[in-house]
């Protein structure tokens, strides 16, 4: 009886032995098939993230400071690229005739919410693309004028952004340049006639030269190789000084467009500051990082459910006037000390 009860008990130690083994494998093997999953996770989990695509009518590199701005404005309202949210960017490169198909590209992807930035090619594009994906544009047109929205104050529908009604203006900048040469009565004019707002632009400068008595000499620039043209039909023309037209492309080559003032020793005046940072004589307008920050505040309200009809359009309330002493003194310009007195930056 002894035997039989330890041999039982025996063949009991090694039933719990392999029990206990096979409770081990089944666990090992479940790790295993957890660890071979997990991998597979992280993609699903990011993916999971709102996608906020960003529509660019130039390129990363030239417009690498308003994108600064925008992922600003994202943060401040908290998303972050890569932590709860994923930007999508998409650039025409200054080919305009890409911009249908990059916009239909993020809608394709499934983008939470679109913003265009790069003047009003790149958010007709986007509006075309689209009837229910939220839009977001920064451009210096009437977004009315262009039937982007119904109105300023209440948009309607999937779009709304950011305006600089650069149009209102047009003839602030011709004041100062006629301040700046005040004997000068042929303006140079520098337009890209890629852009859909070239004509009615071109417009508003005459109707702003012929108040102050001045006559326009027209010039376009809607490629690389276009400016030497221009610059030469300028000099030909013998005008006392540029007005350059805002427009992305032009913008982009602003370097480019610097240098040529200068060997011509023409005074020009731009929209924007960065021109003058980089040599150019002087420039009268709003901040464009700051309203592609707030295009970032926008996408970012949208994203947290926000409506885009619900999102008035943005106008800047605040105008720069930027001087570069340096490169008046090459010109052998002298800055009127009203001019000086009201300016907000100055380059010594």
Partial sequence: MI???????????????RG????????????????????????????????????????????AGLVAGFREGLAQVGFVDGKNV??????????????????????????????ASGGTVAAQAAK????????????????VKWGLVASLN???????????????????????????IPSGTSIGVLVNPKNPNAESDTDDVQTAAKSFGQEIHVVTAGGEQDLETAFA???????????????????????R??????????????????TVL??????????????????????GRILSGTKPADLPVVQPTKFELAINLKTAKTLGITIPTTLLARADEVIE
Avoid: C
């Fill in 3 to 17: 035997v039989v009860i330890r041999r039982d008990l025996d063949e009991g130690r090694h039933a719990i032995k």
């Fill in 20 to 63: 206990a083994f096979m409770q081990r494998r089944a666990f090992i093997t479940l790790l295993g098939g957890a660890a071979a999953s997990f991998p597979l996770a992280a993609p699903a989990q990011q993916a999971a993230m709102p996608v906020v695509g960003f529509l660019g009518s130039t390129s990363a590199a030239q417009w």
């Fill in 86 to 115: 994923v930007i999508e960017f998409r650039w025409a490169e200054n080919k305009f005739d890409r911009l249908p198909a990059l916009a239909a590209d993020l809608v394709a992807g499934r983008a939470a919410v679109i913003v």
């Fill in 128 to 143: 075309a693309a689209t009837a229910t994906v939220p839009v977001i544009f920064v451009i210096g047109a009437d977004p």
């Fill in 154 to 180: 209440r948009p309607g529908g999937n779009v709304t952004g950011v305006s600089f009604l650069v149009d209102a203006l047009v003839a602030k900048r011709m004041e100062v340049l006629r301040e700046l």
């Fill in 233 to 255: 039909s300028l000099v030909q023309t013998k005008v006392a000084g540029l007005f350059v037209i805002p427009d992305p492309f032009l913008f982009s080559r602003r370097e």
């Fill in 257 to 274: 467009i610097v240098a040529l003032a200068a060997q011509h020793a023409l005074p020009a005046i731009y929209d924007r500051h960065e």
């Fill in 278 to 299: 980089e040599g150019g004589l002087i420039s009268y307008g709003p901040s464009v990082t700051d309203a592609n920050k707030q295009a970032g505040i926008y996408a």
